[in-house]
């Protein structure tokens, strides 16, 4: 099993500039999420799936973030435009079904924005 | 969620216990204690967690006091690759099937296991 896989792994952008961000959960689970860690805030929850729907994107900072999943196995995280705060590591997490007790991490996006 | 805290850093030498203690005095019964750990530079991993026995498994175990107001997680023989920083998280469990059982990552506490 791969884990979760994240790509790309670093990405440098400028202001203003669209960022996607990919993630592929692993085989078999149903529930997704995408957290944002900063030295500032720590670990924040953005936005969790459950079979391909969002449940909960009370976390999603502003309009400027959009999430999807489109089917089970891939799921985009959108900003635009971009902005210098935006910079952060940025991680995405499966599990196996909702209640399930254990979160499985991808290694995270490292995205800094000039 | 109920909140917890946590010492912000902790010293153990390599091959002695690590015990690592979490206060989570307004905890509810029907939330289960977690434990996570993030090694520098990847992802949180999943430890172990309970609600109110003790729990073992092979990284770690979870002593939870009779009140459920603490716990503490043992790493029973540390090494140098344990270093890292671990999450004490409190999370509802809810019944029938559709728990979304958000967790809520605090600051950690900061474990170096030295030589």
């Known amino acids: 099993d791969a884990g979760v896989i994240q790509s790309p792994r670093h990405e440098v952008t400028e202001m203003g500039q669209e960022v996607t961000l990919r993630c592929k959960p692993i085989?078999?689970?149903?529930?997704l999420f995408w957290y944002r860690q900063t030295m500032m805030r720590g670990l924040e929850l953005l936005i969790y799936f459950n079979n391909n729907v969002p449940i909960d994107d009370s976390g999603m900072p502003e309009d400027r973030f959009s999430a999807k999943m489109p089917n089970a196995s891939f799921s985009t995280l959108k900003i635009q435009p971009s902005e210098p705060r935006d910079s952060a590591v940025y991680f995405c997490?499966?599990?196996?079904?909702?209640?399930?007790?254990?979160?499985?991490f991808g290694p995270g996006t490292r995205l800094t924005v000039l | 969620d109920a909140k917890t805290t946590q010492p912000t850093s902790m010293d153990c030498a390599e091959g002695r216990a690590a015990n690592l203690p979490c206060n989570h005095s307004?905890?509810?019964?029907?939330?289960?204690v977690y434990w996570y750990r993030q090694i520098h530079s990847q992802g949180p991993q999943y430890i172990i967690h309970g609600l109110k026995n003790n729990e073992t498994n092979e990284m770690a175990s979870l002593i939870i006091t009779e009140d459920r107001k603490s716990s503490t997680l043992i790493l029973p023989h540390a090494t140098l690759r344990d270093t890292a920083v671990y999450y004490c998280?409190?999370?509802?469990?809810?019944?029938?099937?559709?728990?979304?059982?958000?967790?809520?990552f605090g600051q950690g506490t900061i474990l170096t296991v030295h030589p």
């Open positions: 307004t905890i509810s019964g029907n939330e289960y």
């Open positions: 085989s078999g689970h149903n529930s």
């Open positions: 998280i409190v999370r509802v469990a809810l019944a029938g099937g559709t728990s979304y059982g958000k967790l809520t």
């Open positions: 997490a499966s599990r196996v079904r909702s209640g399930g007790k254990e979160q499985f």
